[in-house]
Each structure stands twice: as C-alpha cells, then as structure tokens.
C-alpha cells in the first residue's frame, strides 16, 4: 500500500537556523511527492513537487526538497527559518499519473523560536 | 484571478441530520478533490471529481456523497450525520489532472456535529 510517513510531530527551531522535515514514503512504481503548508484556519498551500528529474527541488517561500530515491526520502529544507514559518506541514504521494487524489503524512508542526 | 472558495466555513449541525457543503473551483480548473481533516485521521481522500465525472473514490460510508456540475463547482452530501463527522473539509481543484498541474485548495468548511 502506498503511505507517506512524517516522523516528527514537532521540529523546533531558531530563527536563522537552517530546517529540516522529514518524510519518508512507500509507494510501488514512480512517486509523485509533494510538500504543503497549513496555517491556523486556512486550507493547504502548495510548496513544491517532486514528478522527475532533479533530486533537488525549490520552491515557495525559500524552500526546498530533496529526493532521495534509495532512502526513500523526500525532507523539506530551508537554509534560514523565519518566524513566519512556524505552521503545519504535510508531504503527500500521489498514486498515479492520471489522478489528483493525494495521500498525506501526519503533519509536522514546525515552531520556529525568535 | 479568485482561489478556490467554499462556503458556509462554518457549520453547527445535530447527529442525525444531513449537510451540504460547496466547493467553487478556480475559473477554468475542471478536477476537484475533496478531503476531510480531523485531528484523529489526519487527511484523508474523500472524493475526485473531473468533468463531472468521478474519478475516485475514498474509504467513506456510504452516507458521504457528491457530485460536480457543469461549470465546475462541487458539492458534498453528508446524511445522517454522526458526531465523528465534525471535521475540517477540504476542496481542492487543479487544472487537469496529474501531477503536472498544482491543487490549490480551499479555506475549508469546519463542521461541528453536536
């Protein structure tokens, strides 16, 4: 079964610090991996994808992700947190080419202290 | 251009009665997607919507239905409704369908059933 696992519930971090959330997955054939962002009473904002091609993938908001296929990984990254960032996180798979359904992780809260 | 919008945001509802939600997609976007939130399950898929056909479908009674018009907007139907459905429903539309073209989705609708 295809899954995507967040295995952090909370990331703490000082402003200026780089970031990093994790995420991990499980899917048969090519993963289609996303990351989103929620902040307190608004839906989900897209931040990046990974289809093919380079590992290294940016996106809003100063962030980036890479792709680690023998891993199985797919971390969010940013090399200077800001305050504004502090939210809720999400990385998603989707099943297959020709549909939009997403399969999301648990969430990560990401706190990032002044 | 206007996101995706949908309304009410907010809803009381008592167990036993049935709701409504609507889902307006962005001008031109043909693939809506609902999901359901809640602290417990975390995302989960609920429906798929293209051309108003549906495409996919999650693991939901039978008491959660929807549908799409012509022009694009999506509606969901949730009868009888029991305390658990008190969530946070999410729609989302994109372009087409595929990983290629971003969901971007909604405020949400919160639902509290007492």
């Known amino acids: 079964a295809q899954s995507v696992a967040q295995p952090e519930d909370q990331v703490n971090v000082a402003e200026g610090n780089p970031l990093t959330v994790k995420c991990t997955y499980s899917v048969s054939g090519n993963p289609y991996l996303f990351w989103y962002v929620q902040y307190p009473n608004r839906g989900l904002q897209f931040l990046l994808k990974y289809i093919t091609g380079d590992n290294l993938v940016k996106g809003s908001y100063g962030f980036e992700a890479e792709f680690n296929k023998s891993q199985t990984s797919f971390h969010l990254k940013k090399p200077s947190a800001l305050v504004s960032d502090s939210a809720l996180y999400f990385c998603a798979v989707r099943l297959a080419y020709n549909t939009d359904k997403l399969i999301f992780g648990t969430g990560t809260r990401l706190q990032v202290f002044p | 251009k206007a996101g995706v919008t949908q309304t009410p945001r907010y809803l009381i509802k008592t167990r036993g009665q049935q709701v409504t939600l609507s889902c307006s997609p962005i001008?031109?976007?043909?693939?809506v997607s609902w999901y359901q939130q809640t602290p417990g399950q975390g995302l989960q898929f609920l429906f798929e919507?293209?051309?108003?056909?549906?495409?996919n479908k999650g693991n939901f009674p039978g008491r959660f239905s929807g549908r799409q018009f012509s022009n694009s907007r999506s509606e969901m139907n949730v009868s009888t409704l029991e305390l658990g459905d008190s969530a946070l429903y999410l729609c989302?539309?994109?372009?087409?369908?595929?990983?290629?073209?971003?969901?971007?989705f909604g405020p949400g609708t919160r639902l509290t059933v007492t």
């Open positions: 919507y293209f051309s108003e056909t549906q495409r």
């Open positions: 001008s031109g976007h043909r693939s």
């Open positions: 989302a539309s994109s372009l087409g369908q595929g990983p290629n073209y971003e969901q971007y």
